[in-house]
């Protein structure tokens, strides 16, 4: 190549793909009616995406400060006290005895791993994802970054003769708030043990009960005492404040973990030691999580009796931090009425089809915000 000249396009491999083809990022479809909301003269409300607003735990930061001169670098297995203190908060707080810490993995916040979960797992094409109805986008993302069919279903009957590899359950539910009841999960838990199906289990809003007092497929009563087939996922995103932090962890069938461990260790996948240790003392403390809680609790009271005043009706969210609303019409009807108010929330559609005559109102916003909100609902 002579001097000046443009360096040559670099050839791509016969056969290689341009892009994966994924879902769209539905939040981006929000952009405008964001824009109708910032306007308003009291500034925006924004309900649609459930983030923590409130400080992180002073214990944690502590902690995380104690911890900053990490010059080496860490397991991808995490720290034997890591697994440790997650052990003691699955029995403590869940009753899921008889673990090892060969059975938990902490992972790089529980969205990574659920996205990935398929294809460290090795599925593809001509396997079936199975996963709820309504449910957070990131399970059909899992499925489609490896060519693997999905199909979202609340029936297993359904399915027929089908037998999906992996079949996902989120319950507390992310957007409905639903909690599945533990003889439901006991014949889930039956049903894919007999097909040799891995069911997941994604449990990250488990702290964050109202109405309802969630189960873990681990717990004995439902794993009838052995992990086989099954992993638990969790998050210390909402319990702590600590979604800057990607604390997570996934729990249960040693073997599985066995495989997932070394397909990670081959991508560098590796929690940072100081969050190891900002995680050990997330999970010892449960002072703020009750002080956090209670927060929720007050702001949730407060949106859910604005809403039921101004036409809405409320179903399941007897956890997580939203309320499933409809004005039983067309969920961007609600949106755009919402956003004129300076309301901004997510609408249903983007959890499935099911939900398109619904509204996901997330109570994660300060007290000022919350207030803001019930004052123009009113």
Not at 25 to 38: E, G, K, M, Q, V
Not at 237 to 250: D, I, M, Q
Not at 260 to 289: E, T
Not at 304 to 332: K, V
Request: glycine share 8%.
């Amino acid at each position: 190549m002579s001097d000046g000249a443009p360096a040559a396009p670099a050839r791509r491999p016969a056969g290689a793909r341009v892009s994966t083809r994924l879902p769209d990022f539905p939040w981006d479809r929000l952009t405008s009616y964001a824009a109708t909301a910032r306007a308003h003269t009291d500034g925006i409300v924004d309900l649609s995406v459930g983030t923590p607003v409130d400080p992180t735990p002073e214990v944690v930061q502590r902690a995380m400060a104690d911890a900053v001169d990490s010059p080496g670098y860490p397991t991808t297995i995490g720290r034997v006290e890591t697994r440790e203190a997650v052990l003691r908060w699955l029995e403590r707080r869940l009753g899921v005895t008889g673990l090892g810490l060969d059975q938990v993995l902490p992972v790089i916040g529980s969205k990574e791993l659920i996205g990935a979960l398929p294809l460290h797992l090795g599925l593809g094409e001509g396997d079936l994802i199975a996963y709820p109805e309504l449910a957070y986008p990131t399970y059909e993302v899992g499925a489609a970054l490896v060519g693997a069919r999905a199909v979202a279903t609340d029936s297993l009957t359904a399915l027929g003769p089908e037998v999906p590899a992996l079949l996902w359950l989120n319950s507390p539910s992310n957007p409905t708030g639903r909690v599945l009841p533990p003889d439901h999960l006991r014949k889930v838990v039956e049903w894919c043990r007999e097909r040799g199906t891995l069911l997941v289990s994604d449990e990250c809003y488990v702290e964050c009960a109202w109405e309802a007092a969630p189960t873990s497929v681990l717990h004995p009563s439902i794993s009838g005492g052995s992990t086989e087939g099954l992993l638990a996922v969790h998050s210390l995103s909402k319990r702590s404040n600590l979604a800057g932090y990607r604390c997570a962890f996934v729990a249960g069938d040693a073997t599985v973990l066995a495989e997932l461990l070394a397909v990670r260790k081959n991508l560098g996948l590796q929690m940072p030691g100081p969050q190891q240790l900002a995680m050990i003392a997330a999970l010892d403390d449960d002072d703020h999580v009750a002080e956090q809680h209670t927060r929720y609790a007050d702001r949730r009271a407060m949106l859910r009796s604005a809403l039921l005043g101004a036409g809405f009706r409320i179903e399941h969210s007897e956890a997580s931090l939203y309320l499933w609303a409809t004005r039983d019409e067309d969920c961007w009807e609600t949106v755009a009425d919402l956003a004129e108010r300076g309301i901004l929330v997510a609408p249903g559609a983007f959890y499935g089809e099911a939900g398109r005559r619904h509204v996901r109102v997330a109570f994660t916003a300060t007290d000022e915000r919350v207030a803001a909100a019930v004052a123009r609902l009113a």
